[in-house]
T-cell receptor
Framework: DGGITQSPKYLFRKEGQNVTLSCEQN?????MYWYRQDPGQGLRLIYY???????QKGDIAEGYSVSREKKESFPLTVTSAQKNPTAFYLC???????????????FGAGSRLTVL | KQEVTQIPAALSVPEGENLVLNCSFT??????LQWFRQDPGKGLTSLLL?????REQTSGRLNASLDKSSGRSTLYIAASQPGDSATYLC???????????FGAGTQVVVTP
């Protein structure tokens, strides 16, 4: 079945450590996204990529980094510079730009990061 | 800056009652509006998408309306069931590349 796989589902990190969250899709989608979700808040965009080897900062990119070396993969690294990294992280993809009503977001199941 | 608000933050209804969920946005210049469902600890599932030129969209028991001029959308769920219990989020697109601006969601509990 086509979909988005995020791993790990749960991750614990000590302060000062970098961690990388994996996101893999087999939908042949061009665009991929990373969102952060905090309790009582809407999703906020961290980074997005519309094509391989290209990505753009979203609203809250500070303390995060990404790469897009393959169409299927869009890993997110949470660096020690991120001041409050405990959150639920969601990866998503779309066939093309979301302005077109024909393209909708498909989400992964999420990764919950807790900083100890 | 576009702001999206969903009120109430939570509601509980008995099974069989119709659900009415509200979404408001401050900038009426939107490309489209989408409604999503999120189960606890899971990702989001797209429910309905309304283009800016449309007034409503329907899918089964779900109906979403859009009033761009007043900055409001309403999601109606007819004859609610316990399986409808989830958080419902709305999101709008207001820029040309398609960045979604999300509301915080309404958590719904349907009691048997």
């Amino acid at each position: 079945d086509g979909g988005i796989t995020q791993s790990p589902k749960y991750l614990f990190r000590k302060e000062g450590q970098n961690v990388t969250l994996s996101c893999e899709q087999n939908l042949n989608h061009d665009a991929m996204y990373w969102y952060r979700q905090d309790p009582g808040q809407g999703l906020r965009l961290i980074y997005y990529s519309q094509i391989v080897n290209d990505f753009q900062k979203g609203d809250i990119a500070e303390g995060y980094s990404v790469s897009r070396e393959k169409k299927e993969s869009f890993p997110l690294t949470v660096t020690s510079a991120q001041k409050n990294p405990t959150a639920f992280y969601l990866c998503a993809s779309s066939r093309g730009q979301l302005v077109s009503g024909a393209n909708v977001l498909t989400f992964g199941a999420g990764s919950r990061l807790t900083v100890l | 800056k576009q702001e999206v608000t969903q009120i109430p933050a939570a509601l509980s209804v008995p099974e069989g009652e119709n659900l009415v969920l509200n979404c408001s946005f401050t900038d009426s210049a939107i490309y489209n509006l989408q409604w999503f469902r999120q189960d606890p600890g899971k990702g989001l599932t797209s429910l309905l998408l309304i283009q800016s030129s449309q007034r409503e969209q329907t899918s089964g028991r779900l109906n979403a309306s859009l009033d761009k001029s007043s900055g409001r959308s309403t999601l109606y769920i007819a004859a609610s069931q316990p399986g409808d219990s989830a958080t419902y989020l709305c999101a709008v697109i207001t820029d040309s590349w398609g960045k979604l601006q999300f509301g915080a969601g309404t958590q719904v509990v349907v009691t048997p």
